[in-house]
């Protein structure tokens, strides 16, 4: 019976592991995402408390790069069928680089910060927004130029090396529009929505 019980909570909390890590059923629209996972909401609501950034500009740059996967990676390159690493150390939610997020970790001293922890992931994508207005002049609400910032690095971007990449600029475009759905889903029920946690 003892052991029992051991298993069963065991299974409980491998189950409650995986529902925290697994994308939301409904992807496309930002209440269900929220209603699914409520400490996603409260990160995001803390994210744009501390740096100014407009939830659904980051949840669609999220959206972008990784579809809400919290471990996802660049694919794998291959020569002769054989595989030769990744085109880069991107990694987690908000796909971040092992430098950027080094660069990240120093400047805010969230040294325990980890990128498939969505809360780290969705700081950080505040603090790059924050950092893209800052240096560059891109409002927080501009979701098409904060994604080329984000794409293209700051530098990047205040060069413009985005102007070569028709297919970027598409891309961006798409962030645009679905910043501008969510934005519109999540006027109507904010203040609905739980704030996260257990007693929510």
């Known amino acids: 019976m003892k052991w029992s019980r051991v298993a069963l909570a065991g299974l409980l909390l491998s189950g409650l592991s995986a529902c925290s890590t697994s994308p939301p ?7 269900d995402i929220f209603r ?9 609501l803390k ?5 100014g950034t407009p939830v659904q500009v980051v949840m669609a740059m999220m959206y972008q790069e990784s579809s809400f996967v919290h471990d ?3 694919p794998m390159e291959y020569f002769l ?7 880069s150390s991107a990694y987690g939610y908000a796909q971040v680089k092992d430098e950027t997020w080094a660069q990240y970790q120093e400047e805010t001293g969230n040294g325990w910060s980890d990128r498939d922890e969505f809360e780290d992931a969705i700081d950080f994508m505040g603090w790059y927004t924050a950092k893209a207005q800052r240096v560059n002049g891109v409002s927080k609400w501009d979701a098409y130029r904060q994604y080329l910032n984000y794409h293209e690095g700051w530098g990047g971007y205040r060069r413009g090396t985005y102007r070569s990449k028709a297919w970027l600029m598409s891309v961006a ?3 645009e529009a ?5 934005g519109a889903q999540y006027r109507q029920c ?8 257990w007693f929510s």
């Open 72 to 74: 996802a990676k660049p």
């Open 190 to 197: 904010k203040n609905r929505l739980p704030s996260g946690g």
């Open 47 to 51: 994210m744009t408390e501390r740096w």
């Open 25 to 31: 059923a409904e992807p496309d629209n930002l209440c």
């Open 173 to 175: 475009r798409r962030v």
């Open 178 to 182: 679905r910043a501008q759905r969510y």
């Open 81 to 87: 069928f054989i595989p030769i690493g990744r085109a």
């Open 36 to 44: 699914e996972k409520p400490d996603w909401h409260k990160a995001a």
